[in-house]
């Protein structure tokens, strides 16, 4: 059965993590969220938080991107089933 609801997923980078937003378009409701922490940030890896060194790692981005918005989808199939 096909769902005539209309979603809106939102994404924000910000800077050790990527954050999806899954909004029902209809209605503005929320219906599910993910934070992915970008992995070499949380390693400490390329970045000096003393000296406000930071590198953004272009595969931290990619991989927290392809986790949250696989994530946010999930959520919403299993609470249908």
């Known amino acids: 059965m096909i ?3 209309k979603f809106v997923i939102g994404v924000d980078f910000g800077t050790d993590s990527v954050r999806a937003l899954l ?3 209809s209605n503005g409701q929320e ?3 993910e934070v992915f922490y970008y ?3 949380k390693q400490n890896l390329y970045c000096d938080q ?3 060194n930071i590198v953004s790692i272009p595969f931290d981005h990619i991989e927290g991107l392809e ?3 696989k994530s ?3 959520k919403v199939r299993f609470h249908q089933n």
């Open 3 to 5: 769902s005539k609801n």
């Open 23 to 25: 909004v029902n378009a």
């Open 31 to 33: 219906v599910s969220n």
């Open 39 to 41: 992995t070499k940030w």
């Open 50 to 52: 003393k000296l406000i």
């Open 67 to 69: 986790f949250v918005v």
């Open 72 to 74: 946010v989808v999930k």
